[in-house]
């Protein structure tokens, strides 16, 4: 298990287990606990008298499911999308439990190594001009998972667009290419949840008796911000759905020139089977039989019949 605990005079200390740390509760801001496993659970419930049974219902539908109140805590819950070291993206569930102006976060991996550098060290500057013990540290998690969907969104836009990019400059559409807009859809999908989710969250955190005006009002105007991003997440679906249009006109415009060009050549071919056809008659009277020109006039023929159509077409510019 890795430990993260940040003081009131913003010392932030790392650790590996309970045992190496030395504080009182009243000092602390904020822990987080990272790749813990069932037994640091339950010392942790006992360390910090935490209920932490919201952990053990992150897979259920139910918002109410997400949110738990009682008398001495807060808790939440709430999915947070992110790109993996192979590029792809998935889901970790994030635990916050808030105790006495305290905020205790469980997180199963650390997928702050996957932030870009600009956002870490955003979420820094913010952190270093916040006020303690005035404002509660849940305010600077609240702001920094806002700013992390609005940046996460914001590389599934511009992903996007490449894609709309090359597809507009490529004449040629790859099955490796669909996949890609599949993905892209469904990245944008899964973002889309969690900032709905995040979003019901929030409103539920809003009506809590044990939250001041002061921090009801900052949730508020995180509530506003999270709907320009749901508005950018639906502007991401439209891009997608334009690009699937444009797809569906180039194979249609494939599929025509391809129809175009068998029904030349059938065309073409038509003729010659025609003319090969009639001097293939097993009848015992055919003029040109006996002729002496009468192979090379066939020959002729044939050739002419299909080179005619061929020279006509081409004249219209069907090819």
């Not at 469980?106 to 932030?115: G, K, S």
């Not at 709905?196 to 005006?213: A, G, P, Q, T, W």
């Not at 066939?298 to 061929?310: D, H, R, T, V, Y």
């Amino acid at each position: 298990m890795d430990i993260e605990l940040i003081y009131r005079d913003k010392t932030v200390v790392r650790a590996k287990s309970l045992d190496e740390l030395t504080f009182t509760p009243d000092d602390i801001v904020h822990i987080q606990f990272i790749n813990y496993t069932q037994s640091d659970i339950r010392e942790i419930e006992k360390r910090f008298d935490l209920n932490t049974s919201i952990l053990h219902s992150g897979d259920d539908i139910e918002i109410s499911s997400h949110y738990l109140e009682n008398e001495k805590q807060i808790a939440i819950n709430f999915s947070v999308p992110y790109f993996n070291a192979d590029g792809r993206i998935t889901e970790e569930l994030v635990y916050n439990i808030l105790k006495d102006n305290a905020v205790f976060s469980f997180i199963a991996v650390d997928f702050e190594a996957f932030i870009p550098e600009k956002q870490r060290q955003s979420y820094m500057e913010k952190f270093n001009n916040f006020r303690f013990p005035t404002d509660s540290y849940l305010l600077i998690v609240v702001g920094f998972f806002s700013d992390y969907f609005a940046d996460l969104t914001e590389v599934v836009s511009k992903k996007i667009k490449v894609q709309y990019s090359e597809v507009l400059k490529g004449n040629k559409l790859s099955e490796e290419g669909l996949d890609k807009i599949t993905i892209f859809s469904f990245n944008n999908l899964i973002v889309k949840e969690s900032v709905n989710e995040y979003r019901r969250v929030l409103h539920l955190l809003r009506k809590s008796s044990k939250l001041s005006s002061d921090t009801k009002e900052a949730l508020y105007s995180e509530l506003n911000d999270l709907v320009v991003i749901n508005e950018y997440i639906q502007n991401n679906f439209e891009r997608i759905d334009d690009l699937k249009e444009n797809i569906s006109s180039k194979i249609e415009l494939e599929q025509n020139r391809i129809f175009k060009i068998l029904t030349i050549v059938t065309m073409c071919i038509a003729l010659p089977t025609l003319v090969a056809g009639i001097y293939g008659m097993n009848f015992k009277y055919i003029p040109e039989l006996e002729w002496k020109w009468g192979y090379f006039f066939a020959l002729i023929l044939i050739i002419l019949s299909f080179s005619l159509p061929l020279i006509w077409f081409k004249r219209k510019k069907w090819l």
